[in-house]
């Protein structure tokens, strides 16, 4: 049977690298982009997969979009929430706007996205749902108090409705991202990336969207019924729990 998938962040960087590696899989992929429309163009010309403007901290956007997406693909099956910014400043420097950005893109978002489309899961009794966290909400990190905050409570989100999916048939799993090469990295300075974070990866190198787009593979399967409410961490070994 074809899944009807919808990714968010889903045209650039890891959310471009699931939406393809989904619909390699033989998904119906529903890619979300906030404001890039020319990058959401080329994506799209590029792999043939749907793509939808939607702002995830605007819940009735977001509401407005899926129902879209339900009525040209389908209902939805599986759920990548992806989408998520960074705006790094030690905390003495960090401005309400710079805590707030980070929150509601990457925390209150699930919300946003994921209570649409739970009800109807609940229904059909089937749904995979994996959030994008990150190695900074496992171990914190300097400079990330807004960003390590709103990824340690997506995998608190994950593992209150991993509990409340499992007797439906809806699994809710996080995955943990290390230091991936996408433009994320950019706004990283290169004498910290050089000199503090790779030699702090005991695989030598940076991930590539591929590296986490195959765990997302992995968790949404129809066979993966059973791992629900984990953690699964991809950073070449820099911090193991
Ligand atoms: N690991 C280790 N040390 C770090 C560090 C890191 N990730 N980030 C900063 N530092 C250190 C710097 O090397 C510096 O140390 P020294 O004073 O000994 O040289 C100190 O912290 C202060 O850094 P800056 O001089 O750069 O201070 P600043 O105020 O100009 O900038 C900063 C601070 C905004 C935190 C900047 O250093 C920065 O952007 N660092 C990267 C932070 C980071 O790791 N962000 C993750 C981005 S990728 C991501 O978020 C995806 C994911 O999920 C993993």
Known sequence: MSRVAVVTGGTRGIGAAISKQLKAKGAKVAAIYAGNDEAAKAFNAETAIQVYKCDVTNAELCASTL??????????????????????????KMTLQQWQEVLNTNLNSLFNMTQPVWGGMRDRGFGRIVCISSINGQKGQMGQANYAASKAGEIG????????????????????????NTDMMKAVPEKVLNERIIPAIPVGRLGEPEDIARCVAFLTRDSAGFITGATLSANGGQYMV
């Open 67 to 92: 129902k879209t997406i339900e009525a040209e693909l389908g209902p939805v099956d599986i759920l990548i929430n992806n989408a998520g910014i960074t705006r790094d400043a030690m905390f003495h």
């Open 157 to 180: 989100f994950v593992k209150s409705l991993a509990q409340e999916g499992a007797a439906k048939g809806i699994t809710v799993n996080a995955i943990c991202p290390g230091y991936i």
